[in-house]
């Protein structure tokens, strides 16, 4: 049920390097865009930080009152091993001819251990998952418009961008023609395609051959597509010229998201994006790591370097690695939301453990706390609704999940909130952080234990020598331990 009252959300976009106030192009609606993953091999945490990113966008926006539409494609063709230099084989390609199986059958595989991980991981599904495979027609078109507009040329069954022709380039990354040939990041390795007219242009048509499985005709000949070209294609086919929001990891802003502009705009003429929201790396302790498939560094490697987690380096954990070690995958979410996500967070054993402990003792929180069955229209209580809206500030802020954190973990305890509106009110912040609270059942019987016991005769006798600033404290105390106090006749009674 989206919350009525709407707060300015800000966000921080890559390309004009500020936060800044988000107003969609369509209100209520908002399309956002989000990099899928390759889908070679395993899809591991680091992958799922930045899917998780998303969620919590979209949820966000969703808890905002905005009616949100999410597309997260699958990337099972065109991405190249050296996707900034351009060079090497498609990933789907190596990985079917060094395992002996076919590409199709890889790609399915690791999708479905995406879907089945991204679910454990409780990230709402996309609205839609368009696979590049099944976009090849929208492709070649986009491509076609560009060499009509001049903007790509053909070479040998090739056809390249003409970087020199499209005056933004660069905008996103700042990586400007000028720098990349120069030897800044990037491509001035790009001579070794050398039928380029330059080095810093890229491909959106490569000819393929009969070392292929995934070869597609087209008006250049036999091929496949270039990476960037599919997010061009698929974003525009399902959000139109110009969306709201597209996301995706930090390493994408250059070069995929720099040449999807440029393939883009090219073609419509439009800017197509208006905030471009690039989420930080996961990156693990450059040390010996008792989980999973973990690479062991060397003993001499200072223990505070940290590297990102990528499947080309080797040291990637899986959901599955965490389930297998007892880690429940909703504690890896909890150490997500404890930092935020325009920062690096280092995965180590002791902050997947810390993160642990902290979801164990929200659980312990809200299992003491009694169920009641509320309606939408069940008023809050003041001091709910100001830890509401300081909530909804936190999270509208640029997605500032650990202060949205340490308010939920307060909403679970304060005690000036009475104990079966605290379970409402938590629930009501899960709708965003996405931890499973509601299955956190309720400890029953509801023991009493020695200590609310003591409690309740002190406080009986405090009110009978009429001390009712010591009465008010003990029942504070006695609401912090989860129980509600009545005055009877009889005396303090609990609920
Ligand atoms: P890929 O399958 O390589 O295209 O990656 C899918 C998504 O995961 C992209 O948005 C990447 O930027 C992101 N990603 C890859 N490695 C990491 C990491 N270590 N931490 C966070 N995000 C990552
Ligand atoms: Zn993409």
New binding site residues.
Partial sequence: MPTENKIPVYLYNTLTRRKELFIPLHPPRVGIYS????VYKD??I??F???VMTDWLRRMLTYNGYDVYLVRNI?DVG?LQNDTEESGEDKLEHEARTTGRSAYEIANYYTQQYMRDADEMNILPPDLSPKATDHIPEMIAMTEQLVERDLAYIRNGNVYYDVSHFSGYGALSGNTVEQLRTGGHGRQQMEIADDKDAPEDFALWKHGGPERQMNWSSPWGTGFPGWHIECSAMATKYLGEQFDIHT?????TFPHHEDEIAQSEGATGKQPVRYWVH?????IGNRKMKVGNAQEADDDETQEQTI????SKGNVILVSTLKELGIDPMAYRYLLLTAHYRSKLNFSDESIIAAQNGLNNLRADLAILPRETFTEDTPWSAEAEEMRTAFQKAISDDLDMPVALSLTREAARNNKIAPAERWRLVLDFDRVLGLRLDSVEASTPRVVSEEVQALVRQRDEARKARNWKLSDQLRDQIRTLGFEVRDTAQGTELA
């Avoid at 990099?35 to 390759?38: D, F, I, L, M």
């Avoid at 995706?248 to 994408?252: A, Q």
């Avoid at 989420?279 to 990156?283: K, N, S, Y």
């Fill in positions: 990099c899928g993953p390759t899809i591991h680091g992958n930080r930045t899917f990337t991405h995706g990891g930090i390493d994408l989420g930080e790396f996961l990156v990102k987690m990528s499947r």
